[in-house]
Every structure is written in C-alpha cells, then in structure tokens.
C-alpha cells in the first residue's frame, strides 16, 4: 500500500509559477514509476508527467513540455512538479500517482487570465 499526499495547489495569474509537491509513504519501494496527472471539470483525467523513481527518467505530455518539470528526492519520498509560464488551460485538480495503481486527495490549480 502506498499513501500520497500533495500540496502546493493554488490560485496564480497567467504566466506564473507554482511548485506541487507529492509526499508518498508506505511501500514506496515497490513503486518505479510515480508521476502527475491532472483532470479539468468535464474532462477526463490527463497524463502530465512520470518519473522514475530509481533512474530518475522523465518524460512529459507534449502540453506541458518546456514548461513544467517533474523530479523527485529520495531522501525524502516526494516528487514535484515545477510549473512555470502557466496558462488558463492548465487550471485543473492534479493529482500525484504511484504505479498507476495510487491516487493522491488532488491539488487544486487555477490559473486566472
């Protein structure tokens, strides 16, 4: 079992910056792939970004490409999503998963114009 919390969310002006971050706990060693997606209201959920938790490997949607950057710190069990030059299409719930088996509670990001 694996239990992740994230953080971070908030409101920004267009072109901003914000920092998520994606606390996990548990069998964190049983899980080699922990990422970000995120789910806009009537949408469907979306790949962000993935991470490999032992390479360190990323690798991104095309959406967020430039803009965003995932990593990780092992010391102390989280990864994060650097989000910069944020735009309003980027305003949604995002949420942290681990083995795209785990689900974090959501962060909230709303990007005003």
């Known amino acids: 079992q694996v239990q992740l919390v994230e953080s971070g969310g908030g409101l920004v002006q267009v072109g901003g910056s914000l920092r998520l971050s994606c606390v996990a706990s548990?069998?964190?060693?049983?899980?080699?792939?922990l990422g970000w997606f995120r789910q806009a209201p009537g949408k469907e959920r979306e790949f962000v970004a993935t991470i490999g938790w032992n390479t360190g490997n990323t690798n991104y949607a095309d959406s967020v490409k430039g803009r965003f950057t995932i990593s990780r710190d092992v010391a102390k069990n989280t990864i994060y999503l650097q989000m910069n030059s944020l735009k309003p299409e980027d305003t949604a719930v995002y949420y942290c998963?681990?083995?795209?088996?785990?689900w974090g509670q959501g962060t909230q990001v709303t990007v005003s114009s």
């Open positions: 998963n681990a083995g795209s088996i785990y």
């Open positions: 548990g069998r964190t060693l049983s899980t080699r792939i």
